[in-house]
């Protein structure tokens, strides 16, 4: 049987991609420290295991390796807060790139056949949509480095090693095991918990910021299946959707999707891409076109979710590094 480990397997895209690789017949081995994923989140099946641990434990790491003899390594575990990571650089790279590098060391040494990784459109910063793979990258937070960062690192592994890899670029994700409670990132699962608690729904600026918001159900299966695929090795791919729409857009339809009159709160812009939209001609041309849910359908099959699973509390980041700059709504109770 094929095996494949999933690190942050009980997060939100990467609970995602177990299943979807489950589905294909792979056991499946989940690592995940559920700083940011919850149990509830894993699959229940008899090829699926559950290690909690994390990636910055390089002795767990190869104890796992030796005692699984992993084919695939899904890599997704990674602290996506793009925003946040200006004012947590150390802990941006130490669980960003420094973990990523652990997982790299292990599968070189233990000869794996592909190790699939999800980078981010943060490597491309403010460069001009839609964002293409032959672009230079110039990333514009620490975040967007670390995963470029990731990236170089894989591509130097290949070369001095013959390491396999596919790299997938998504952004704007959205959808089903979202972490509701998390105010730093995740702007729809944010937007979701703020409606059922009866609060203001909170747009840094103007909300005329735009992204292409991609759910998550039609981006797992390429990323499970992309090992099947010979040709998406050594590549890197943009992968979500294609139409782009505004934050006000986006609270809009999350307020007509929950059936929920909400209130709208500006607050002083923040430092971030005002636009950013990907080219998937690569990904079309691998994979076909594939399923394309409109933001209406995901968003109503993420409410049904998030309706069962309820409020959760939105928890502050505890180990704040810079406090200058940092927007005030990120202090309040």
Known sequence: MITSLVTGGAGFVGAHVARELLKLGHKV???DDL???????LPHAAESTFVHGSILDHELLARLFDEHQFDYVYHLAAYAAEGLSHFIRRFNYQNNL????NLINESIKHKIKCFV???SIATYGALTPPMREDMTP???DPYGVAKYAVELDLKCAHEMFGLNYVIFRPHNVYGEYQNLGDRYRNVVGIFMNQLMQGKPLTIFGDGEQKRAFSY???IAPHIANCVNIPESYGEVINIGADQEYTVNELATTVMESMGLEGMIRHVDARNEVQIAWADHSKAHR??????????????????????RTGIKKS???ENIEVLEKLPPVWLED
């Open 98 to 101: 420094v973990g990523s590098v």
């Open 29 to 31: 081995v989940v690592l």
């Open 138 to 140: 110039e990333p514009e």
């Open 315 to 317: 928890s502050k980041f």
């Open 216 to 218: 998550v159900g039609d």
């Open 286 to 307: 691998l994979f076909g076109q594939g399923r394309a849910t409109t933001l209406r359908e995901g968003l109503d099959q993420m409410v049904d979710w998030a309706k």
């Open 117 to 119: 990784f999800t980078s």
């Open 35 to 41: 700083s940011g994923g919850f149990e509830e989140n």
